[in-house]
């Protein structure tokens, strides 16, 4: 008996430990679209940055529309002066959202015409294996002038 429940347990944990690389795997693959895509749109490669949204944000907003408003708001932003990364977090479930494989990464972030500006983005992985922007937000107060 006392073999058998140390065997479960050894299993149990050895699932753990693969789940968890895993997990630490998905994040820093999305962390790395996510991190292209922020540069994109900081160096106004909108085009560029279009092409890794999924799919779902794709088919609500044409190309030019959707450039047009993210010129707007870096545009209202300003210059980007830094960004820390403060949370990566992995999620199987986003409210209002299929299930799927999920990476949010909240950053703190400078902008030269925003104060206590926050950024989030949501990733998720295609059925290709391949990680998309599904969402990003933010907050900030404006400078003021």
């Given at each position: 008996?006392?073999?058998?429940?140390?065997m479960l347990i050894s299993i149990i944990s050895i699932y753990s430990a693969s789940a968890q690389?895993?997990?630490?795997?998905?994040i820093k693959d999305a962390s790395i679209v996510a991190e292209s895509w922020l540069s994109n749109i900081n160096n106004n490669?909108?085009?560029?940055?279009?092409?890794m949204l999924s799919n779902e944000v794709k088919v609500r907003y044409k190309q030019?529309?959707?450039i047009?408003?993210?010129n707007e708001l870096m545009l209202e932003f300003g210059e980007l002066e830094?960004?820390?990364?403060?949370?990566?977090?992995?999620?199987?479930?986003?409210?209002?959202?299929?299930?799927?494989?999920?990476v949010l990464i909240e950053y703190t972030s400078s902008y030269?015409?925003?104060?206590?500006?926050?950024?989030?983005?949501?990733?998720?992985?295609n059925d290709k294996i391949?990680?998309?922007?599904?969402?990003y937000n933010y907050e900030f107060k404006n400078k003021e002038k």
């Open positions: 008996m006392k073999k058998l429940i140390i690389k895993y997990t630490d795997q998905y490669q909108y085009d560029n940055a279009f092409k030019k529309t959707w047009n408003l993210i830094s960004r820390k990364t403060t949370e990566k977090k992995f999620q199987s479930e986003v409210e209002g959202m299929e299930d799927g494989f999920y030269t015409n925003t104060i206590d500006h926050n950024e989030h983005i949501l990733l998720k992985q391949k990680w998309e922007i599904v969402d």
